[in-house]
């Protein structure tokens, strides 16, 4: 289980001294089984006046921050340590019914699943439908892992890879034409996708740990990253990550998880000066590792 350090600063800068509104950023990573958070800081610039946390409906945390007075600068700096336990793609148990499509949620999952499966974007044209369609197979029923990998994999290989630093996502019809976009237009289109199967998802913001050896290279570093998780009945919420072809939740830090996009804004709030006040906003995320330090064994008793 490595080691991971996460430091994330942003930093939004002005042409003269302007005041602040509320602030809401979601930074820190969830903690469960598949990562356990170690340390966790925040340091703001000017100091804020107020600051507070709180879970939204979603059970992600999320820091507010209220400023007094005036600047020309405002930076946040998130540094967090994390155990990361990483679930690969033949870890997955699912329940005998819901191994190949369609299959139905059962009665008690149901009322808590219907909202991430019903689809927030408009498809007149079907073409989100279509594309979603043409992995299943015809010669019989297709696998649910072998779909939703397929999928997968697909994006990451018809599709490129445009970063985008600007706030917004594009609509998937939108992808599908470009045939590019951001991590974050890839997880859209692909909750979309699995939606018009009748699955369930949800988008996650986070971060990706790129190591750069042993073939793991990946898209995405050096900001903020997206990807999807979809419930599968048996094996729970399964992570998928568009971008980078990547099934289960290795190298993917997640701190954010949501039914829609604008849910799961890493960093948002209010400003107040002139329009040409605003001279630009820097973002840098840096995800590095070490290894977990050796556990020491008692000696055992001489006999």
Not at 49 to 77: C, I, K, P
Not at 134 to 139: A, S
Not at 140 to 169: H, N, Q, S
Not at 183 to 196: G, I, K, N, P, Y
Request: with cysteine; proline share 7%.
């Amino acid at each position: 289980m490595p080691i991971l350090t996460v430091r994330h600063v942003t930093t939004y800068r002005y042409r003269q001294p302007v005041s602040f509104g509320e602030h809401r950023m979601m930074l820190r990573p969830r903690d469960g089984h598949d990562q356990h958070l170690l340390e966790a800081r925040i340091d703001i610039s000017p100091e804020p006046s107020a600051f507070w946390w709180v879970h939204d409906v979603f059970g992600n945390s999320v820091g507010v921050a209220q400023f007094a007075g005036r600047a020309r600068e405002l930076r946040f700096e998130s540094t967090m340590l994390l155990h990361h336990n990483p679930v690969e793609e033949l870890d997955f148990q699912l329940e005998d019914h819901a191994s190949s499509l369609p299959f139905s949620y059962s009665t008690e999952e149901m009322p808590d699943l219907a909202r991430s499966i019903e689809r927030h974007h408009r498809d007149p044209d079907r073409v989100v439908d279509r594309w979603a369609r043409g992995f299943l197979r015809n010669d019989g029923p297709t696998g649910t892992l072998e779909l939703l990998t397929a999928m997968t994999r697909a994006v990451k290989r018809d599709f490129t890879y445009i970063a985008r630093a600007v706030r917004g996502i594009q609509d998937p019809t939108r992808t599908l034409e470009l045939g590019s976009g951001t991590c974050r237009d890839f997880a859209l289109l692909m909750m979309e996708a699995v939606r018009s199967l009748g699955l369930a998802a949800r988008f996650v913001s986070g971060y990706i740990y790129s190591p750069g050896r042993d073939g793991r290279t990946h898209l995405g570093g050096g900001f903020t990253h997206a990807w999807v998780r979809v419930y599968l009945p048996g094996a729970g919420w399964v992570e998928f990550d568009p971008t980078n072809g990547i099934v289960g939740n290795r190298d993917l830090i997640s701190v954010a998880v949501a039914r829609d996009p604008d849910q799961a804004v890493p960093l948002h709030g209010r400003w107040k000066g002139f329009p040409d006040d605003a001279l630009g906003m820097d973002v840098s995320v840096h995800v590095t590792a070490e290894a977990p330090a050796p556990r020491r064994v008692p000696a055992l008793p001489c006999a």
